[in-house]
C-alpha cells in the first residue's frame, strides 16, 4: 500500500512539474515570459543554435531553462554555448531585451538591420 502511495505522489509530482513548465505565454499576440516581457527571435540563429553569445546575450538575455524543465509541443530546449539551457520556439532561442522597461514593450523590433523580431505563436 505504501508503494502505491509514493507511486501516485511520485505521478502528481511529475505531473506538475510538466504543467509549471510552460516557458512562455501569449499576450496581444506575442510571446512574452512569465514575467509579462517580451521576447524575440534573432535571424543569425539557425538549426536550434544560439549565436547570440557574450556581449549579445547581455543585451539579449536568453530566456533559460532551469534543471528539470521539460519541453513540450512546439518549445523545445537548446544548449548555449556557455552550456546553459534556453528555451526556443519552432526551434528559435527565445530572448528578452534589456532596453524594454516594462511589460508590452517591443523596443527591440527590428533592431540592428531587421535582425530580432517579437517571438510570435
Do not use: E
Amino acid at each position: 500500500m505504501q508503494i502505491h502511495k509514493l507511486a501516485l505522489a511520485l505521478l502528481a509530482s511529475a505531473s506538475l512539474a510538466a504543467y509549471a513548465a510552460a516557458p512562455a505565454m501569449v499576450s496581444n499576440g506575442m510571446v512574452t515570459g512569465s514575467n509579462g516581457m517580451t521576447l524575440y527571435t534573432f535571424d543569425k540563429d539557425a538549426d536550434g543554435k544560439s549565436v547570440c553569445n557574450g556581449p549579445c546575450a547581455a543585451n539579449w538575455p536568453p530566456l533559460l531553462a532551469m534543471d528539470g524543465d521539460t519541453a513540450s509541443g512546439d518549445y523545445s530546449i537548446i544548449t548555449r554555448d556557455d552550456g546553459k539551457k534556453q528555451w526556443a520556439l519552432k526551434g528559435k532561442p527565445l530572448y528578452y531585451w534589456v532596453k524594454d522597461t516594462k511589460p508590452g514593450d517591443t523596443t527591440g523590433d527590428g533592431f540592428l538591420n531587421n535582425v530580432w523580431h517579437v517571438a510570435k505563436p
